[in-house]
């Protein structure tokens, strides 16, 4: 039975191959049903998925290289039902329509090849070929307490943090220490420490879309020295895809959604209007690197911590400094004075040999 239904499929494959199918069939079945179908799987998959980021990139590599496979199928064969519905009936009206869609297909599609070729190479690395154990690690210290995160936001990363808080429910707080990376898998994380009310802390740096995670801490605490880096978001597919070309108006239309999520997470997390403006005013090529007391009135962070994560007083760490500067200042006078002084001997010791 099975063998039957299989050698059934595969002698349909053929007919339309062949151009043996009719007009109608091979146009709305074979290429628009067929299409839709297509449609509505990869979009069920994708939300089933949605959570494990290495799942939808690896469910829309494959999808991109079915409809690699099946499109020469569909035009070919549809072209070929128009010769032949041409010869057969002597109509011309609609095989030259069907002809002419396929050519605009066709011409369309290749332009698409071209110049998504950076996307799709990179779609099809990340789904077949990286590793990404390799790009980053998490450590669990502080008696089981705290997680500490060291590395990029690569695919994935969101799904094994989250595998770590499962595995260690004692976990209350997050050392985040990252370039940044994918802003999908930003989000995601930062989603993840918002539900479960982290605290999140900076020890080194982070940066780009590590900020996402560290911004939606309960408590946002960062070292003293510690370094915070923002900019704009990029769409992670289109490094090389200028937003504003008219093939890329999807990739826009993705670029303002992780800009309208970040800006929305920020204001949540109570960090002020003019604050983000000014992350938004940052090229994604640059980055702006906020000095404390720049955090602590946009409410980025609500302290300062030691290396032990024991917090600071930042008022008392100021006067600190200004007695620092003042003792400086004292400093400097007398070594000036001393300077004086020992011109001033100089003088008399000359005076006295002569």
Known sequence: ???????????????????????????????????????????VFLATYEEDGMAVYRIRATIFLGQLLVYPWQVIGLWRACVAHIHKYHCFFW???????????????????????????HLLYI?????????????????????QFDGEYVVGVSKAFKEMLNDHPQIRAVILKTPGGLADEGFRMAEIINERQLDTYVTDYCFSAGTFSFVAGNNRNIVIDACLGFHQCEFSLAKKIRYGDKFSSFLAREYANHEKNKE?????????????????????????????????????IHGVVDADLKPIDMAEKKRYSENLEWLKTIMDRWDSQADEIDHFGEIVDCNEID
């Not at 339309?16 to 709305?28: K, P, V």
């Not at 920020?266 to 005013?281: C, H, L, M, P």
């Open 264 to 300: 929305a997470l920020f204001v949540n997390q109570g960090v002020t209007k003019d604050f983000i403006e000014r992350i938004n005013s940052v090229p994604h090529d640059d980055m702006w690197y906020p000095t404390v007391h720049e955090l602590l009135e946009a409410g980025v």
């Open 1 to 43: 039975m099975i063998i039957r239904a299989g050698q059934v499929v595969l002698r349909y494959i053929q007919r339309h191959w062949r151009g043996e199918l009719s007009l109608a069939r091979s146009f709305w079945v074979n290429c628009i049903l067929f299409n839709l179908v297509f449609g509505i799987v990869k979009t």
């Open 95 to 121: 095989a030259r329509v069907a002809q002419g869609l396929v050519a605009i297909s066709v011409l369309w599609t290749a332009i698409v090849l071209v110049l998504f070729a950076p996307v799709f190479q």
């Open 127 to 147: 789904a077949y070929m990286m590793e990404p154990t390799e790009h980053y690690t998490f450590t669990v210290v502080n008696d089981g307490a705290v997680l």
